[in-house]
């Protein structure tokens, strides 16, 4: 390396629950045969990291560096990728063994390390991501690379429950994922409905065209939906959601809860409900989702609130947890590249 590159680097690490502070780390060198160093342009901040922070996550050791939303540059050549190269990073770090990764869902590998969850993230100058999670991001708009994992969220959950053109649709939870659901639901040709107890969530939604928008005390229409998705994260709306699935409809749990959930098995059985569930996502969802920016069908800039440089968030991180209703996507920015 040249003499002027600096040998270490500053890394975004939740250090216990409330406590977040840039630590420093040795700036990688060199990456396992398969791996290619990437160096982070921007990081999104997404709900996974705020429970972090308030240490309502069920699957994490501290410390932890965060990041699982990167976009990025190939920092040196590596086979198939040049140095520069932009890049999407897929956080998603799979066996290749399993059951599930041979039959193509590395998405739910039984061994599954997410980075900046299992094991630590992109919230730093450089790290090592295995060659197959890496995708050529050299035809997204400025800015729009870090958008894609996120999105990829909904649009897994979307092409998984397959509604069809002018299909109702309720999303549930107005958040950024169900955000997300409600564009490529949207795209796929469905009349999305969108439900949140917040208006602040619903007024941004109303930014990007929704206008069938629901507060939780609203009557929703009669006869149910033909799909609906649950992003709320919480467990006593999910159970709600069950009543709102028309006959022969297909519900799909896009949040995570660490609850039991209940439901009438004979309300269930007697609309032939589909049930599903909706992991993270795979390559495929991550080239819709590059597709979507790339022409323009899904508008990154009014997605993202604020981008800030990674200096400022140890100060403004709490209240960021604090406001999260008044934020679609938050952007901090590592390197010189977006």
């Known amino acids: 390396m040249d003499g002027s590159v600096a040998q270490t680097m500053l890394c975004g690490t939740c250090v216990a629950p409330g406590q977040f502070a840039l630590t420093e780390s040795p700036l990688p060198q060199n990456a396992p045969d398969g791996w290619v160093l990437v160096d982070i342009d921007a990081v999104g901040l997404c709900g996974t990291d705020f429970h972090i922070f308030e240490g309502k996550h069920p699957f994490l050791d501290y410390p932890r560096v965060i990041g699982h939303e990167l976009s ?3 920092a040196l050549a590596a086979k198939g990728w040049a140095k520069g190269q932009p890049v999407v990073i897929n956080p998603y770090v799979s066996c290749g063994t399993c059951t599930a990764c041979r039959k193509g869902k590395p998405n739910c590998c039984t061994g599954i390390a997410v980075m ?5 993230g992109g919230m ?3 790290i090592a991501v295995p060659s197959g999670n890496l995708y050529d991001a050299s035809a997204l708009p400025k800015g729009a690379a870090v958008l894609t994992e996120f ?3 909904g649009a897994h959950a979307v092409r998984r429950a397959a509604p069809q053109p002018g299909d109702t649709v309720l999303v549930t939870g107005a958040g950024p994922i169900g955000l997300g659901v409600a564009l490529f639901a949207r795209l796929r040709g469905a009349i999305v409905h969108l439900r949140d107890a917040s208006p602040a969530r619903l007024a941004a939604a109303a930014g990007f065209g929704f206008a069938d928008l629901h507060g939780v005390d609203d009557a929703l229409p009669e006869g149910g ?4 998705f649950d992003a709320t994260g919480n467990a006593r709306a999910i159970q709600a959601g069950f009543a709102h699935v028309a006959h022969g409809g297909t519900y799909v749990l896009v949040s995570v809860v660490k609850d039991d959930i ?3 098995d004979p309300e269930f059985h007697k609309r032939e409900m589909t049930l599903m569930g909706s992991r993270n996502a795979t390559a495929i969802d991550f080239a819709t989702v590059m597709q979507a920016l790339t022409d323009d069908s899904i508008d990154a800039a009014r997605i993202i609130s604020e981008t800030l440089p990674l200096q400022d968030l140890p100060t ?3 209240a960021l947890v604090a406001n999260r209703e008044a934020l679609i996507k ?3 920015q590592i390197g010189g590249q977006a």
């Open 72 to 74: 990025g540059h190939v």
């Open 116 to 120: 900046g969850v299992h094991r630590d």
């Open 124 to 126: 730093c100058a450089r």
């Open 151 to 153: 999105l990829a969220i």
């Open 225 to 228: 939906f033909d799909v609906v």
């Open 262 to 264: 209940t439901f009438s």
């Open 316 to 318: 403004r991180f709490p």
């Open 330 to 332: 938050v952007v901090v």
